[in-house]
T-cell receptor, first 114, second 114 residues
Framework: AQSVTQPDIHITVSEGASLELRCNYS??????LFWYVQSPGQGLQLLLK??????LVQGIKGFEAEFKRSQSSFNLRKPSVHWSDAAEYFC????????????FGAGTILRVKS | DGGITQSPKYLFRKEGQNVTLSCEQN?????MYWYRQDPGQGLRLIYY???????QKGDIAEGYSVSREKKESFPLTVTSAQKNPTAFYLC?????????????FGPGTRLTVT
């Protein structure tokens, strides 16, 4: 069965520090991978996506993610965190054979210390 | 502006009542989805529809029903058979054309059943 694991439920970083959020997936075929961000009480906004090609993908708000097939990982990174980055982050894998449904991880809540 | 609208933002119902959540999109997307979000569990797929007048059950369809009579609209009914209906409900859509697989999300409806 397809699944996504985000090992860190909460992460706290200082403003200006670097950030890495971990994501591991389980899926038999070539994955379509996404990172979404959610502010409290809001919908989800797409940060970036990986479909194929270059394994390092750039997204909005200065985020990037690297796909590593050998590790089944798709970690999200940002070199310098801003206070406005505080939110919940979700990693997801797209399952094309089931209507392109998304299977989500449980999310990582990011807190930024000033 | 193109996007997905969900109404209302907050909904309160008594136990035993059916309630319908609205989802409308003007993105001309073919596929639409309903997800349920509970704290610490990420998002789980309830139903999805790839074309008008057709829909499929997702991972947690019991106690829910949907219809897709128009391309723009995909309402979700939470029936009295749903044992734990209190949750945050998110609607999403995607275009099936051109290899675009990312889903766009609405702002969500928070349903509280007492």
């Amino acid at each position: 069965a397809q699944s996504v694991t985000q090992p860190d439920i909460h992460i706290t970083v200082s403003e200006g520090a670097s950030l890495e959020l971990r994501c591991n997936y389980s899926y038999g075929a070539t994955p379509y991978l996404f990172w979404y961000v959610q502010s409290p009480g809001q919908g989800l906004q797409l940060l970036l996506k990986y479909f194929s090609g270059d394994t390092l993908v750039q997204g909005i708000k200065g985020f990037e993610a690297e796909f590593k097939r050998s590790q089944s990982s798709f970690n999200l990174r940002k070199p310098s965190v801003h206070w406005s980055d505080a939110a919940e982050y979700f990693c997801a894998v797209g399952i094309l054979e089931y209507g392109n449904k998304l299977v989500f991880g449980a999310g990582t809540i990011l807190r930024v210390k000033s | 502006d193109g996007g997905i609208t969900q109404s209302p933002k907050y909904l309160f119902r008594k136990e035993g009542q059916n309630v319908t959540l609205s989802c409308e999109q003007n993105l001309n997307h073919d596929a639409m989805y309903w997800y349920r979000q509970d704290p610490g569990q990420g998002l789980r797929l309830i139903y999805y529809s790839q074309i008008v007048n057709d829909f499929q059950k997702g991972d947690i369809a019991e106690g829910y029903s949907v219809s897709r009579e128009k391309k723009e609209s995909f309402p979700l009914t939470v029936t009295s058979a749903q044992k734990n209906p209190t949750a945050f409900y998110l609607c999403a859509s995607t275009s099936q054309a051109g290899g675009s697989y990312e889903q766009y999300f609405g702002p969500g409806t928070r349903l509280t059943v007492t």
